[in-house]
């Protein structure tokens, strides 16, 4: 009964383990699959010749895409509200590769996208929650209040230096699948934009498409050293979401300590365990120990013993763990997207987690057991036979 007890505690602890494994692998996973479906995968900011940056990148192999972008802040007015959003200005034909954005659109067309015409009203593409938030359909009419100062003569205010107000229509609805993104942003023509917050022709940045997202950073600094602008930043989709990735790494690491813990209990239990058989077998080990057996043959029976828990253990716990994780939780626990971002629990299956957890209890375990073996091992004969038992 002691046996399968201390078998059961290594199960339970490898399970738990490959459990954090699998969901902290699978946020990873899943928060970068957002993330480069949503943003580029390298960007050049604040580029003082955004034509030459772009000509430059498209020549360099791997790169495949470039696109030009402002970005600022803006105030968005629907029927149902006001929101503070980010106004990304961008050029249609570029950006829709460059950002993936032609597969995001759930309502209306990219191509729609376009600057003020005569009698027209300037378009804007809002994302699926943010469009929630204030009200507003394909179609509709929204309202942009930007707090910079306007400089024309023909904006709304009458005094100089106040914001600049524009209407909008809403010509499509994108839904990225990353809850912040779809509630933050909105996207403009780069022309419309430049115009509206007075940039002139300059752009915040130039955004970069990859071919092999992994490679990113190569190829961001290849680009830096090509393009030689001593106040322009390239940055790849890693650094320019890092705090993310950083919060991530030390998630990670705290849930897997936590989780140790149960391996390292379900190891104190076995040794508990075999330190229990080394005193009720003194008599024993005694006799073998007469009979000529050596301290290595005694120190192995114990050890096997521990192993043998250990590996039924940590098939019990992988199995408990992939039916469990792999089979249950993965396609029927729901997340609420305003606070993860994503709306499914994530659980990646990578055999690596499943080798390292099993490994990991083995060595806990084999230690555990490596304590009562040594002491059983050092008994003489002449202990046994001292024995009152």
């Known amino acids: 009964m002691v046996a399968w007890l201390s078998i059961i505690g290594v199960a339970a602890g490898v399970a738990a ?17 957002k993330l480069l479906g949503v943003t580029a995968h390298v960007k050049v900011m604040r580029p003082s010749d955004p034509v030459r940056v772009m000509t ?27 929101v503070g959003s980010i106004i990304k200005g961008i050029d249609r034909n570029r950006a829709g590769k460059t950002l993936g954005l032609d597969s995001q659109i759930i309502q209306g067309r990219l191509t729609d996208l376009r600057r003020k015409r005569d009698g027209e009203a300037p378009t804007i593409i809002l994302g699926e929650q943010l469009a929630r938030s204030i009200g507003a359909k394909v179609g509709d009419v929204v309202s942009l209040l930007s707090p910079s100062h306007s400089k024309e003569s023909e904006s709304w ?9 524009r209407s909008m229509r809403v010509v499509a609805l994108y839904r990225s699948g990353y809850y912040e993104f779809d509630r933050l942003y909105a996207y403009t023509d780069l022309a419309e934009s430049q115009d509206f917050f007075d940039l002139g022709s300059r752009v915040a940045m130039v955004e970069l498409r990859v071919k092999d997202p992994n490679q990113a950073t190569r190829l961001a600094n290849e680009l830096r050293d090509k393009i030689n602008l001593p106040f322009s930043r390239v940055l790849d989709w890693r650094t320019s979401n890092s705090n993310l990735f950083v919060s991530l790494t ?7 300590l936590v989780l140790a813990v149960m391996v390292i209990l379900a190891g104190c239990n076995v040794a508990s365990m075999l330190i ?3 005193i009720e077998r003194t008599r024993d080990i005694a006799i073998l120990k007469a009979m000529g057996a050596r301290n290595g043959s005694i120190r192995r029976v114990f050890l096997l013993e521990g192993a043998f828990i250990a590996f039924i253990g940590v098939l019990g716990g992988m199995a408990v763990a992939y039916t469990l994780f792999e089979l249950v939780l993965s396609h029927g626990v729901r997340l609420d997207p305003t606070v993860y ?3 499914r629990l994530p659980i990646l299956f990578n055999v690596q987690d499943y ?3 099993g490994l990991g209890a083995m060595v806990i375990t084999l230690s555990a057991a490596l304590v009562p073996s040594i002491k059983a091992a050092r008994y ?7 024995d009152p038992l």
Not at 157 to 165: A, N
């Open 17 to 33: 383990l490959v459990g954090g494994f699998s969901v902290t692998s699978g946020f990873n996973k899943a928060f970068a699959e």
């Open 56 to 82: 430059i990148a498209d020549k360099i192999p791997g790169i495949i895409s470039s696109s030009p972008a402002t970005q600022e802040q803006a105030l968005v007015t629907g029927p149902g509200g006001s």
């Open 157 to 165: 205010g009458t005094v100089r230096g106040t914001p600049k107000m």
């Open 250 to 256: 030390m998630q990670r690491i705290a849930i897997l």
């Open 276 to 278: 229990m058989m080394v």
């Open 341 to 343: 971002g994503i709306d």
């Open 355 to 357: 080798l390292l957890a």
């Open 380 to 386: 003489r004969p002449v202990d046994g036979l001292r």
